[in-house]
């Protein structure tokens, strides 16, 4: 009997503890994008701090966005894109204005990347640039050439929209991303025109293109191809720089002779820069302040892009990445491409409906 | 312990009010918030929608109805084929699971009895796995270079693989595997009440096995038919995993495009109307089943 009774209080000393324990332990919720941090940072912040990380990841701005706007949604620290995401978010007040004196690396950024957001974010009161990287085309090398032969230069936009290309492609897999207006842009780069026009016009203009190469591609997908092009399961992918190099450095790693390459194509492609914000509803904006600053560190952001292969914001970081990241030309692009990059502007609320009504066409065949 | 005292009728209305409050709490309260969802317009805030009801002046009330979604779901042929897709692929499933599945409960409700339980398990053992995780598996059966192409091609009957992955087929496949139990289970509970005098009566008589099976089998385990039948179907219709991940850009299911609707277009109202419209299409041949069945107990 008594051996019963101290076993209870044990038992009930030990759940007292525990809870103690989840009470006295900071949470810090994190919402960030697949494949976007390097495997040790959010263990080595959790040391440092004591803070536990609870960490989601998602695979679109679309998906982060829905969760943004139905409110509520448990995060701290979200990481989309820049334009046109975060410039609206800004809009319709989901964020919070960043404490910046509780931001004691801040200095480390890049002031001509701060700057390039001062028209969506005026004095830089909720963004704090992460990482920026191009949308661009992944190719399984050696199987285009084998197919469309030597001569075929591989830097444009043909690959995914040009219908008498892509129909040679599509046994072999072509993917698009499944994002209206990544996917709208290009086309509108593929057909030589304004990238920046949402008039009605231009967006069934660049409907009209993706519907004729439709057939042939095998699926929308933002994250899917970086497995199939690793994999050889696809040959031609419309996807971020990062990820494809990912897709590219996971082949070298498994020998299996995949021979991925990510180029931006000559016709322009998009530059985007991703950023942290904290919503207006975080339940611990302490913590995220805590963790934007953590990874304002140089030293933690470097080996950060040396693992996603995107480059950093942070202009402090540049020297302490590795070598052969910081000369990837898919990386840190040269001038020469930089000068084909282009800057996506917001469209209107109308406008974004008309591309959601082309898109919805698209992605349905209908 | 001393009973609770109950008169008989008030005892019984409790018992039948716990599961008209459930449906009330569970099914009709989120489908009422939906069909106010669907009457509104969309908005970029938080949430992503206009109030119904918005307060002009003080204690001045304004209650503005949006119809446009429904009329738009009318208008645009888009939305009907996407309907009409569903249904067909939830209509071929079923059809195919009931096929696959009869024989299956047969084989299990004639099965020795200490076979039985066994039996079941098998059939019961995938739940113990993540119904994701299990779809997920069979883009590594199905893709190019996957477990069935490689072993196709290793065995010589085909030289270039096949493209399974991303197409209808692969969202039947995905489709029948994941709901087969749903139709085993019940048709296993009417198979194994059956009353095997019957068949033996019908022998006697000089009845063929087949015929027996026509005759007297089938329509006495037409109920676990039906109730499999429904279990595929209505699930089916809304389906959004295994479009998504086996499905290619050709397959139009009406759980797809609410999912654009919602997360990628913004636009709640118009997906909380599509899934109004869907209820209501699930709905009519359910009450109209229920309908059929109590005019043939009171004949």
Same mark, same amino acid.
């Given at each position: 009997?008594?051996? !019963?009774?101290?076993? +209870?209080?044990?038992?009930a000393? =030990?759940l007292s503890?525990?809870?103690?324990n989840?009470?006295?332990?900071e949470?810090?919720h ?5 494949d ?7 263990a080595?912040?959790e040391?440092?701090t ?8 998602y695979d679109?701005?679309e998906v982060?966005? =829905?969760?943004?706007?139905?409110g509520?949604s448990g995060?701290d620290?979200?990481?989309p894109?820049a334009?046109?995401?975060a410039?609206?978010h800004?809009?319709a007040?989901? @964020?919070?204005?960043?404490?910046k004196?509780?931001?004691t ?12 957001l001062t028209?969506?974010?005026?004095e830089n009161? @909720?963004?704090?640039?992460?990482m920026?990287?191009?949308t ?7 199987? +285009?050439?084998e ?6 230069p591989l ?14 492609l599509?046994?072999c897999?072509?993917?698009?991303m499944?994002?209206?207006t990544?996917v ?8 030589g025109?304004?990238?920046d026009d949402?008039?009605?016009e231009?967006i ?10 439709r057939q ?15 994999n ?6 419309h996807g ?5 190099l990912?897709a590219?450095d996971?082949?070298d790693?498994a ?6 390459? @990510?180029v931006?194509?000559s016709e322009g492609?998009?530059?985007w ?7 207006a509803d ?5 913590? =995220? ?8 560190d ?7 892009t040396?693992?996603v ?7 402090a970081?540049t ?6 990241i ?8 040269p001038k020469?491409?930089q000068e ?5 502007k ?12 082309? &898109?919805t066409?698209?992605?349905t065949?209908? | ?5 109950l ?5 019984r209305?409790?018992i039948?009010?716990?599961p008209?409050f459930w ?5 009709l309260?989120?489908?009422?918030f939906?069909l ?7 908005v ?6 206009l109030?119904?009801?918005?307060e002009?002046?003080d204690g001045l ?5 949006n119809f ?9 042929p888009?939305y009907r084929s996407a309907l009409f897709?569903?249904?067909?692929i939830?209509?071929?499933s079923?059809?195919?699971c009931l096929?696959?599945?009869y024989p299956m409960?047969y084989?299990?409700?004639r ?16 739940f ?9 598996? &069979?883009?590594?059966i199905?893709?190019?270079?996957g ?16 493209e ?12 029948v595997?994941?709901?087969l ?7 296993y ?10 068949l033996?009566?019908? !022998? ?5 096995p087949?015929?027996?099976f026509?005759?007297i089998t ?6 676990g038919v039906?109730?499999g ?8 219709v ?5 479009p ?9 299911m009406?759980?797809?495009l609410m999912?654009?609707e ?10 909380s ?15 109209a ?5 109590q005019?043939e107990?009171?004949?």
């Amino acid at each position: 009997m008594k051996a !019963a009774i101290s076993s +209870v209080t044990t038992l009930a000393l =030990a759940l007292s503890l525990a809870t103690a324990n989840a009470a006295s332990a900071e949470e810090l919720h994190v919402y960030n994008w697949s494949d976007y941090i390097a495997e040790d940072t959010v263990a080595n912040f959790e040391q440092q701090t004591g803070i536990k990380v609870v960490y989601d990841v998602y695979d679109s701005n679309e998906v982060a966005e =829905a969760k943004l706007l139905a409110g509520r949604s448990g995060y701290d620290l979200v990481f989309p894109t820049a334009r046109p995401f975060a410039d609206r978010h800004i809009k319709a007040g989901l @964020y919070q204005k960043l404490d910046k004196s509780a931001l004691t690396n801040y200095d480390n950024l890049d002031k001509v990347i701060l700057n390039s957001l001062t028209d969506i974010d005026p004095e830089n009161q @909720y963004l704090v640039p992460y990482m920026w990287g191009t949308t661009g085309i992944g190719i399984n090398v050696d199987k +285009v050439k084998e197919i469309l032969g030597d001569d075929m230069p591989l830097d444009t936009w043909r690959l995914v929209f040009d219908p008498e290309i892509v129909s040679k492609l599509s046994a072999c897999g072509v993917s698009l991303m499944d994002d209206s207006t990544e996917v709208l842009t290009a086309a509108r780069a593929y057909l030589g025109k304004p990238v920046d026009d949402f008039s009605t016009e231009a967006i069934n203009e660049a409907a009209d293109v993706v519907n004729n190469v439709r057939q042939y591609v095998r699926y929308f997908h933002s994250s899917q191809y970086i497995n199939d092009l690793a994999n050889g399961d696809t040959c031609v992918a419309h996807g971020y720089s990062g990820d494809v190099l990912q897709a590219r450095d996971r082949a070298d790693e498994a020998g299996n002779g995949v021979n991925v390459a @990510y180029v931006v194509p000559s016709e322009g492609a998009v530059v985007w820069t991703d950023v942290m914000v904290i919503p207006a509803d975080a339940p611990n904006p302490a913590a =995220a302040h805590k963790f934007i600053n953590y990874l304002l560190d140089p030293a933690v952001i470097a080996p950060i892009t040396n693992y996603v292969a995107y480059a950093n914001a942070n202009a402090a970081a540049t020297e302490l990445v590795d070598e052969e990241i910081r000369n990837d030309a898919g990386i840190y692009p040269p001038k020469e491409t930089q000068e084909k990059l282009v800057v996506l502007k917001t469209p209107s609320e109308r406008q974004i409906r008309v591309m959601n009504r082309a &898109w919805t066409r698209i992605k349905t065949g209908q | 312990m001393k009973g609770l005292p109950l008169s008989p009728t008030r005892g019984r209305g409790l018992i039948i009010g716990v599961p008209w409050f459930w449906l009330g709490l569970f099914f009709l309260l989120p489908f009422l918030f939906v069909l106010k969802i669907s009457l509104s317009e969309p908005v970029l805030a938080q949430p992503p929608y206009l109030d119904l009801i918005r307060e002009v002046e003080d204690g001045l009330v304004s209650i503005s109805l949006n119809f446009g979604n429904y009329l738009l779901l009318w208008e645009d042929p888009l939305y009907r084929s996407a309907l009409f897709g569903s249904l067909k692929i939830s209509a071929i499933s079923t059809l195919f699971c009931l096929l696959l599945g009869y024989p299956m409960a047969y084989a299990i409700a004639r099965a020795p009895s200490h076979w039985r339980l066994p039996l079941l398990m098998l059939i019961i053992l995938p739940f113990w796995t993540s119904f994701l995780i299990r779809v997920y598996a &069979w883009i590594g059966i199905l893709k190019g270079n996957g477990l069935l192409n490689n072993f196709l091609i290793w065995s010589g009957l085909i030289d270039q693989p096949l493209e399974i992955l991303h197409t209808p087929l692969a969202v039947y496949i995905g489709i029948v595997y994941s709901y087969l139990p749903f139709v085993v289970l019940p048709l296993y509970a009417t198979l194994v009440r059956l009353d095997l005098t019957l068949l033996e009566a019908a !022998a006697d008589l000089g009845c063929r096995p087949w015929k027996q099976f026509l005759t007297i089998t089938l329509p006495l385990s037409l109920p676990g038919v039906i109730a499999g039948g429904m279990l595929v179907f209505i699930p089916v219709v809304g389906e959004f995993v295994i479009p998504d991940l086996l499905g290619g850009p050709d397959t139009l299911m009406i759980g797809k495009l609410m999912w654009t609707e919602f997360f990628s277009n913004k636009d709640w109202p118009l997906a909380s109307s599509l899934a109004a419209v869907l209820l209501v299409v699930l709905i009519i041949p359910f009450v109209a089943l229920r309908h059929f069945e109590q005019r043939e107990e009171t004949i």
